[in-house]
C-alpha cells in the first residue's frame, strides 16, 4: 500500500520523533511499504529523511516526487518519479498538479496540519473528500 505526506513548509524539527512513530507503525502493520514524499519545505524534508532511513531497516520504498520536470540530474533524492502529464502543466501548477497526483496513489495521508490554511490544509482537506485515511501528527 501507499503513502504520502503533506503538512506545512514550517514544521518544527520537534514533531520528527512522531513522524517517526506514525510511519514505522504504518510499515510494521503492513499498511503501507511504498512513499511518495514532496520536495519543498522542512516537513517534506523531514519525512523524506526519515523515510530513508527506515528504509534501511525494512523492505521498503521511497520516491521522491518532482513537481517540475528536472533541467539536470540530481543526486538529492535516491530514486525521484515526474508524474505523468506535468509536461502539460504550466510550472505555477506544478505542485498543486505533484500533490494530486500523489493523493490519488495513495492510501494514506500523513500530514502536518496546524491551521486551516495555506497548501498542506487544503491538500489535507483533499485527502479526507477523496477517502483516504489521513493521520494528521499536527
Same mark, same amino acid.
Given at each position: 500500500?501507499?503513502?504520502? @505526506? @503533506?503538512? %506545512?513548509?514550517?514544521?518544527?524539527?520537534?514533531?520528527?520523533?512522531?513522524?517517526? /512513530?506514525?510511519?514505522?507503525?504504518?510499515?510494521?502493520?503492513?499498511?503501507?511499504? !511504498?512513499?511518495?514524499?514532496?520536495? %519543498?519545505?522542512? @516537513?517534506?524534508?523531514?519525512?523524506?529523511?526519515?523515510?530513508?532511513?527506515?528504509?534501511?531497516?525494512?523492505?521498503?520504498?521511497?520516491?521522491?516526487?518532482?513537481?517540475?520536470?528536472?533541467?539536470?540530474?540530481?543526486?538529492?533524492?535516491?530514486?525521484?518519479?515526474?508524474? /505523468?502529464?506535468? /509536461?502539460?502543466?504550466?510550472?505555477?501548477?506544478?505542485?498543486?498538479?505533484?500533490?494530486?497526483?500523489?493523493?490519488?496513489?495513495?492510501?494514506?495521508?500523513? !500530514?502536518?496540519?496546524?491551521?486551516? @490554511?495555506?497548501?498542506?490544509?487544503?491538500?489535507?482537506?483533499?485527502?479526507?473528500?477523496?477517502?483516504?485515511?489521513?493521520?494528521?501528527?499536527?
Amino acid at each position: 500500500m501507499n503513502c504520502t @505526506f @503533506f503538512g %506545512h513548509a514550517d514544521a518544527p524539527d520537534e514533531i520528527e520523533k512522531k513522524l517517526k /512513530e506514525v510511519i514505522e507503525n504504518l510499515i510494521k502493520s503492513g499498511k503501507a511499504d !511504498t512513499f511518495y514524499v514532496g520536495t %519543498h519545505g522542512s @516537513f517534506d524534508k523531514m519525512a523524506y529523511k526519515t523515510v530513508l532511513k527506515l528504509s534501511k531497516e525494512y523492505p521498503i520504498k521511497i520516491y521522491a516526487v518532482l513537481s517540475a520536470i528536472p533541467v539536470k540530474k540530481t543526486e538529492a533524492y535516491k530514486e525521484t518519479i515526474v508524474p /505523468e502529464g506535468l /509536461e502539460n502543466v504550466p510550472p505555477k501548477f506544478g505542485i498543486e498538479y505533484r500533490n494530486k497526483w500523489m493523493i490519488e496513489r495513495s492510501d494514506y495521508v500523513v !500530514t502536518y496540519v496546524n491551521r486551516s @490554511f495555506g497548501g498542506a490544509a487544503k491538500f489535507k482537506a483533499l485527502a479526507e473528500r477523496r477517502g483516504k485515511r489521513v493521520i494528521n501528527i499536527g
